[in-house]
């Protein structure tokens, strides 16, 4: 069954379906904190996540990139105290670890939206290659989730979805 017939009126799943998933992202802090939850969600359910949504952004400093990137040990450690969130050092490392290297991406190519600008389109399996190259903790679910959740891969929506409507004339990247 798809998320488009499970999601309506469910209260996490509902509003992310509707307002979230599938539609373009061109701010890097939002990326970052979908690419974050996705790291999260390895494993676990998307609902488990969604729950701890709230948690996450307090306990990484709002996915401000500059401001996770400068955590230290004490942080980690911080972190994985932290009962709201996913308690996984290497979640935990890779989230840190992520923010580095998208500001490093953004150095060279003005911003994370760009680098991923600039690589499209490519196929799923290409997107997977390049992810695991570049970051930590991406493998082919969590990237593939990541760029259908952000639109650079299409599936976010079933095509009678009103959704998808909404998402096609922002013309999300996997649409040009």
């Known amino acids: 069954m798809s998320y488009c017939a499970v999601a309506p009126g469910h209260p996490y799943h509902g509003p992310y379906h509707e307002t979230e998933y599938g539609f373009p992202i061109r701010d890097d802090n939002l990326l970052f904190e979908r690419l974050a939850l996705e790291i999260n969600q390895a494993g676990l359910s998307w609902l488990t996540v969604l729950k701890k949504r709230e948690n996450f952004r307090q306990a990484f400093a709002q996915f401000d990139l500059n401001r996770v990137a400068r955590f230290k040990a004490r942080d980690r450690a911080r ?98």
Do not use: Q
């Not at 989730?145 to 909404?166: M, Q, R």
């Open 79 to 176: 972190l994985l105290r932290n009962e709201g969130i996913i308690r996984n050092r290497l979640k935990v490392d890779a989230v840190i670890e992520n923010a580095g290297r998208i500001i490093a991406l953004r150095d060279r190519h003005g911003s994370f939206a760009a680098w991923l600008d600039g690589r499209h389109p490519l196929t799923k399996p290409e997107w997977v290659a390049l992810f695991k190259k570049t970051f930590l903790f991406t493998g082919g679910e969590i990237t593939g989730e990541f760029l259908i959740s952000t639109g650079y891969l299409p599936g976010a929506h079933d095509a009678e979805c009103l959704v998808y409507k909404k998402i096609a004339k922002l013309r999300p990247p996997w649409m040009r």
